[in-house]
């Protein structure tokens, strides 16, 4: 794809600064209203006034705008769960994993389109993801396992080897995160309002029991 | 889309039953080489030698030759689980979920296109689904049922209402389908064998130690 002869200039240029917001903004866009597929480097250049060039110049490619555009969801996702973790600070553990639970239902049903685009597209194997990305995942299962420690003390394992506690946080998480895909789809039937959260319910409440039994 | 003059025979026609036959092979053969969006009315009447307009009179539309390619994986992934349900018959309740959710792994790691497609492909709004596909998922959702009956016996709501029991069951196949699908995606990080397993029997569990202490 050939570069616009304009679309190389120092990277604190403030027109190349301003440019790359405007194409992330056009990008965030199509992506909510239409879903990650969506977002091609002529229709966000076409929305930004710049030539399709300058999306690659910027961005290296389709995918690198994309992560971009993530990386936000994936930031504006922490800060409603963190918000949700310190409204409920003062309350015991399964109200504390349920409130950041509520949250995720919240923001995966506001925001559907853009939660979408963080789990469901695909980079090629070998690319350069930025350690941005990997540091807010993390930092998003480091709110449950922040929750859970009181009640698994002895889940400290080795350096660089996940420990139980880790493992539970993945679980959570990912059963959490199962279950309003699939409420959100509607692929196990209709959906009625509360039954997601009364099932991670269920799931928390158990889970909960079972940790302060074993571990208090 | 035109139809071809030939493509028109009666139901019970052989040419068209045969012509159903291969296009829903090349459609499998589609999906789970490069998933279910490279299904295209083209591609499948080239594989198939056959005109583009027989695919529409035949299966009405693509989202219908795919929605044909996922009840046959449907009912495999049924009768893998329906497997691993009968082999682990004499177990403990815990082992039962657990057969259950590694047979959900295995097929899920060893069909993943196939698999994906199920889940990932929308219908629009008003289509019309036969009612086999709901009944093929009410099916997958009663094998766990009928696990859990004996822990939740008291869970026979009114008819038509979805009972406590049916909520479990539908949370449980829910947390495992999330921990398959991000470990797959490798979303939450690298992928290692075993780990999903266990992160799967960390919720089975202490939803198991909970029923049956709550019911027994």
């Given at each position: 794809?050939p570069?616009?002869p304009?679309a190389?200039p120092?990277?604190?240029?403030p027109f190349?600064e301003?440019?790359r ?7 965030e866009?199509l992506i909510?209203a ?7 480097a002529r ?8 030539a ?13 705008l994309?992560?971009a ?15 949700a973790r ?7 553990l399964?109200?504390r994993?349920?409130?950041l ?6 923001f995966?049903s ?13 980079l ?5 993801v ?13 709110l449950i396992?922040?929750?859970i420690?009181?009640a698994m003390?002895?889940?400290?394992g080795e ?10 946080a993945r ?7 199962g ?7 509607a ?5 009625e309002?509360g039954?997601c959260?009364?099932q991670?319910?269920?799931i ?6 079972g ?6």
């Amino acid at each position: 794809m050939p570069l616009a002869p304009h679309a190389s200039p120092s990277p604190d240029d403030p027109f190349r600064e301003r440019t790359r917001r405007e194409l992330l903004v056009a990008a965030e866009t199509l992506i909510a209203a239409e879903g990650h597929r969506a977002v091609h480097a002529r229709r966000v250049a076409q929305m930004v006034g710049c030539a399709v060039g300058t999306v690659y110049n910027v961005y290296r490619d389709i995918d690198g705008l994309i992560l971009a555009a993530n990386l936000r969801t994936l930031a504006a996702l922490g800060d409603v769960l963190r918000a949700a973790r310190d409204a409920a600070r003062e309350q015991g553990l399964e109200a504390r994993l349920m409130a950041l639970a509520v949250a995720y239902v919240g923001f995966a049903s506001a925001h559907q389109q853009r939660w979408r685009a963080v789990f469901e597209h695909r980079l090629p194997d070998d690319y350069p993801v930025p350690p941005s990305f990997y540091d807010d995942r993390r930092g998003l299962l480091g709110l449950i396992e922040d929750e859970i420690a009181d009640a698994m003390p002895d889940a400290d394992g080795e350096a660089g080897q996940d420990t139980a506690r880790q493992d539970a946080a993945r679980a959570l998480f990912s059963a959490t995160h199962g279950n309003v895909l699939l409420a959100l789809d509607a692929k196990l039937g209709p959906v009625e309002p509360g039954r997601c959260e009364r099932q991670i319910r269920f799931i928390v409440h158990h889970v909960v029991a079972g940790l302060t039994r074993d571990h208090r």
